[in-house]
């Protein structure tokens, strides 16, 4: 038995609660007297609604926004009275109106009110004693009721204006068991207050929503890196104006907030675990590691994708680390793995955010790297001259040729020697001299020892904590190891420019990832670009008739083809001293031709050793087995010399064996990963073939709409379909049920040795105002480039420039984070 209390009206406090309904007048009273208007809040009769400046409410605007055109102009000799009756036979209220469902009903209310000008919201609804279902609702205008006493209102300066009026407006739906439908029972449609212009309706708390493919579309924007008014705009763009968006840049705002609360709903430790865990589902070879405090607390992260594996297995010959980036206001380093692919851009091999910068950290971090890239060290790493990172090499890569940036070197001579570098002195060039000048030790010895006594720095700290390292900085000992011509931390620093085109100062630890994730595409992406024009463009030859560059022009990438173009060249300038030559084995001494010659810049000319066998092929042209020079460029770099090219030329060796084009560098680099190094791909996104199907469709629908208002039989068409077709979207969304509700996980820690995470380390004493490192002096003074040691103006031929082709261990734990459920009024 179905029962309900009525009451006079909705209690204006407790709208949203079930309070008793009120009477109901019987159909035949309602069809015998029509409903006594409604007062005003004063007692008097209501006046007609009126605009904003006193003036009768205008006609709605057409969809284009130009006003509607007068009798004549409209086709058939239709005129604003027939617009007006078609507007209100759509949307007009009638006693017995049925619908399939109580949200039909409130949809087609909330469009009633769109055109005439005010909000609604559900109010009491009651529900059966049998059975529990819905067996009535009321709808009713916003400014229903009036606002609840607040005593804080007595201390407000500025209290907000009233909005509430007591609008008596409202529409009653009952369910009707037998037809399973819902009907409207009674209905109230006159206002107390001044009605809404057409053109602002869409502003109504009722009319604004964010459904689920918009929030995809504010997700992708927001993660791309645009800020919310682009984004916003973007939307309002291609929904044909911020009228048809649904929503408003105050509700964009909030949705990012809610978003951004919800991702960190378990703190950043939960959140940070979430990602890796959610990038680990996606990928197996995703690899990551934490390390824990005694508290329980994350202090060390190191990440690296399968991509960043596959390409350290490739090229991680030669790795250049640094950490001189502060990621956020907590100051935390960002270390950073890189190296170059075969087209000598940068590839990142893995990342890391550190507590601190002491030895410790860097062991750890260290251990993670090699554990990630199957126990493979690399030939030789670069970094600045820190005491912490040499400590912990020598501990976990003690075999690995440690080198130091040059260029920080330079830096820390500047820091400790600054009045050497005044006025017109040479000290700069000297001291680049020693570091790159010198192909013998002795030679070094000499130079370094002139250096000191010209300068009279015997007792200088710094000068001899610096030659105690020479093997870490001297290109005299540097050249026995494998670098990729790498002298310094240059692609980190480059990297690090990059970033702070992405990561901002205020991002917090799951904003930090998305927009890492950008940086490191976009390096995919023009790795991928490079790859595509280095098959559609042929390289440059400047010795057309040269059987060599013909032969490498097969295999090199194209900035490895203009570098070895490079040694050819040189080898024109070279002269064969002296040769010897018994039983295909030979030996050349190799100088540079004329009195000005490179090395001349070091203190006289300098001779090079090029040695090598050749053997007859079954042509009777001769063919080079092996070859070898004393500035080593092929055994440090991975092309051969100028030197040897001459030596080879001496010895009518027109091409080289394939065994010295080094696959790191050749065009199929990375065309030969094993299968067991490929990853699955797995299938599209759901969540972003949403997205992509709504950007699809709203340009077509705007330019539909637009060209079907050029005609009235056009439009009529449209607007049945367009009821037809949302008929039946309705139908088939309902079949397949709410999507919004998959994929809402709770909390899973899935290694129960992670169970007891306390968070993410904070570091203490952090100055959280600014997000600058500090600088020392040389960088303040705005004259950086000038200070800074000068290098030879011309590169030496056996050190080939640095060519940037681009401008505790602990386990994982993890959840997926719950999406973000778009409501009404949102």
Known sequence: METTTMDDDCPDQSCNST??????PSPKDTASSPPS?????????PTLPTTVDGAPPTLPATIDG????SPNQMEGGTGLE???KELSKDYSLSLGMEFESEEDAYEFYNDHARITGFGIRRCYCTNSKKDGIMINRKFVCSKEGEREKDNRSLVVEQPQRETRTKCMAFMYIAFNRQKSKWFVKTFEENHNHILHDPKTSFLLRSQRRIREAQALNIDLAVDSGLSVKASHDLISAQSGGRENVGFTLNDHKSYLRARRQRSLQYGEAGALLGYFQTRAAENPYFFYDVQLDIEEKITNIFWADHEMIIDYGLFGDAVSFDTTFQTNKECRPLAIFTGFNHFRMTAIFGAALLYDETSESFEWLFKSFLHAMGGKKPVSI?????AAMAKAISIVMPDVTHGLCTFHLNQNALKHLGHLFKDDSDFGKELNTCIFGYEDEQELEEGWETLIKKYNLQDNMWMKKTWDIRKKWAHVYMKWSFTTAMRSTQLSESLNAKIKKFVKFDHDIVQFFTHFDRLVMEKRDNEIDSIFDSREKLPKQKLKKSPMLIQVAQFYTPPLFDLFHDEVDLSLSCKVKKHHEFEGEFKCV???????SLESQFGGNIEFLVSGSVELDEFGDNICREVHCTCRKFENFGILCGHAIKGLD??????IPESYILHRWRLDAKACVSKDSK???????????????YRNLCPKMVKLCARSCELKAAYEFVATGVEDMCAKVDKMLLEVGDSMDEGNEQLEVIDSRFRGVNGLKKKAGVNKRKGKRLKPWYEKNGKRKKLLPHLPDVPMPHVPEMINCESNLSSQTSFHPQTFEVCDGR
């Open 650 to 655: 001496r010895m009518s060796v027109m091409e």
């Open 66 to 69: 130009a006003p509607p055109t």
């Open 82 to 84: 027939e617009t007006m």
């Open 19 to 24: 309070p008793a309904a009120p009477p109901l």
């Open 590 to 596: 190799i100088g540079l031709h004329g009195k000005k």
């Open 679 to 693: 990853v699955c791909v797995e299938e599209d996104d759901p969540k972003l073939a949403k997205a992509t199907r």
């Open 382 to 386: 670069f970094t600045d001259q820190d």
């Open 37 to 45: 208007p409604p007062t005003t809040v004063d007692g008097a009769p």
